[in-house]
């Protein structure tokens, strides 16, 4: 069993940094990629940024250059969201890629999402 637990999410006015954070728990073999995706009512969920372990990491244009993500040594993920806008208001969720042992395949695993309000 996999757990993630996000962290951060909260309501800043436009310009305004906030940090998500995203531990991944339980049994857990190797993580292969951390991502966060946001999602609004009525829209598809949205990749923002995923790092990949080994890899380069990718943000989405609307994200670019204001979003930084990053990973530590263990099983945390982070979103450092600076210049906010209120089209980032969003509820965002964690996502990990993991092989949760040796003889299983990699499955994705998601949070339970944080919500993210811009004000104007």
């Known amino acids: 069993q996999v757990q993630l637990l996000e962290s951060g999410g909260g309501l800043v006015q436009t310009g305004g940094s906030l940090r998500l954070s995203c531990v991944a728990s339980?049994?857990?073999?190797?993580?292969?990629?951390m991502a966060w995706y946001r999602q609004t009512p009525g829209k598809q969920r949205e990749l923002v940024a995923d790092?990949?372990?080994?890899?380069?990491t990718y943000y989405a244009p609307s994200v670019k250059g204001r979003f930084t993500i990053s990973r530590d040594n263990a099983n945390t993920v982070y979103l450092q969201m600076d210049s906010l806008k209120p089209e980032d208001t969003a509820v965002y969720y964690c996502n990990a890629n993991i092989n949760p042992s040796p003889l299983t395949f990699r499955d994705d695993f998601w949070g339970q999402g944080t919500q993210v309000t811009v004000s104007s």
């Open positions: 339980g049994t857990i073999f190797r993580i292969n990629a």
């Open positions: 790092i990949p372990s080994g890899g380069s």
